[in-house]
């Protein structure tokens, strides 16, 4: 009789819009699947801006036998509010500082069901590296190697594993390249990290499969020790009547998400020509004579009424806006910032040569260009806020 496990990853706080895929999970758990997260629990929209985490901290402590870590849940993690009833956090190639209160293992054995089954976590060096400075500030990371990767699978073989998976935040094709090139120990590995439209990869007997994202659905995996696994994904749209761990505060959320900021003259219809905008409004702002911001650093456009939960759903990662210390050739900034995987979005009213150069302190931490903080004290939602007229 297959083994199932249910997989969800990249769900950043989308409790809203996710309710039914979290009801969905609950009644898993309570037939007795094994539940793990392939990363990105937390953030990445309004809804965590309100709960701080705590609404998912319950979701994943009533429903979740593992959680791997993603670069937007390390800060969340080392303020888990019950740590004693928290599932165990699984990463062989990350070490916690030692105020981290929860359990953190390299590899685990999950509770016993038909098969007995191991799983081994592993984050990628683009993710980790996209964590902000401050948030892992005593993280160690280690390169996730073969040799790390077979080692950690060996060892739960030799606690009694009938199967071992991997369960990566490293992003789907980097994970079909770990299975291609012969190097991976697992025949089966759960992807995070990059939301894409693929979802699964098979070639001879080996698998990379995604759940997905944000809540709109889960992944079931019905693992079979002869190989023979069978993956089936589930959507479920919200139904509007929210059931389920977490979703209690859906109300009062709402509440909090409708008050009105500001008004636009029109919509901004996405997240690039919100980004063009904000790129020449924080430079004229800062009497910088050149500006750039990472474009995932936003994740929507706004209506022409920006709400609280608008704004934050636009600008989930705020950040304080800083200048590069000495003047610099933007274009070569920008450069800079795609040799290391960013999307830079800029702006200059140089055509060439070098100036002042403004940019977010996650950007700048990421390009190790020293920096000061603009004065006065300016963001990237300050920013946006300042483009909006008053609200009658």
């Known amino acids: ?35 793990i997260d392939a990363g990105d629990f937390f953030g990445g929209n309004a809804f965590h801006e309100y709960s701080r985490g705590e609404a998912e901290e319950r979701i994943l402590r009533e429903c979740y036998d593992v959680v791997v870590p993603g670069n937007h849940d390390l800060a969340d993690l080392m303020r888990i509010r019950h740590p004693q009833l928290f599932p165990p956090v699984v990463c062989c190639n990350l070490t916690p500082p030692t105020a981290f209160a929860g359990r953190w293992e390299k590899g685990l054995l999950l509770p016993a069901r038909d098969l007995r089954v191991g799983v081994v976590g ?20 280690t390169q996730p190697t073969a040799e790390l990767l077979t080692a950690e699978r060996d060892r ?8 071992v998976i991997g369960v990566s935040h490293s992003g789907f094709q980097r994970d079909v390249a770990l299975q291609q090139c012969g190097m991976s120990p697992f025949d089966l590995i759960v992807a995070g990290h990059c939301h894409s439209e693929d979802y699964h990869w ?32 589930e959507y479920h749209p919200p139904d509007g009547s929210p059931t389920g761990p977490g979703t209690d505060s859906l109300s009062a959320y709402e509440e909090w998400g409708a008050g009105v900021l500001g008004t636009l003259t029109t919509t901004i219809p996405d997240r690039a020509v919100l980004a063009r905008m904000l790129a020449e409004q ?42 590069l210390t000495g003047e610099h050739d933007i274009n070569a900034v920008v450069q800079q910032a795609l040799a290391i995987g960013e999307e830079p979005v800029s702006t200059s009213v140089l055509a060439r040569g070098r100036g002042s150069v403004v940019t977010t302190a996650y950007l700048a931490g990421r390009l190790g260009v020293p920096h000061t903080p603009v004065l006065p004290h300016l963001t990237l939602r300050s920013t946006v806020i300042s483009l909006l007229g008053s609200h009658e």
Not at 156 to 163: E, K, Q, W
């Open 202 to 233: 098979t070639s001879g007997g080996r698998h990379v499969v995604k759940a997905p994202e944000l809540g709109a659905g889960l992944l079931r995996i019905d693992l079979d020790v002869a190989g023979a696994h069978t993956f089936t994904t």
């Open 122 to 141: 592993f984050i990628g060096a683009q993710a980790y590296e996209a964590v902000p400075l401050e948030e892992r500030a005593g993280f160690a990371f």
């Open 156 to 163: 739960l073989l030799g606690l009694g594993a009938d199967i």
């Open 282 to 323: 924080a430079r004229t702002s800062s009497g910088a004579d050149a500006f750039l911001l990472n474009l995932p650093t936003l994740r929507s456009g706004l209506p022409e009424t920006v709400t609280r939960r608008a704004l934050a759903d636009a600008v989930p990662f705020d950040t304080t806006l800083v200048r």
């Open 1 to 35: 009789m297959p083994t199932t496990v249910i997989a969800t990853c990249d769900f950043h706080s989308s409790v809203p819009d996710g309710h039914s895929t979290v009801a969905a999970i609950a009644r898993w758990c309570t037939a007795g699947a094994l539940v």
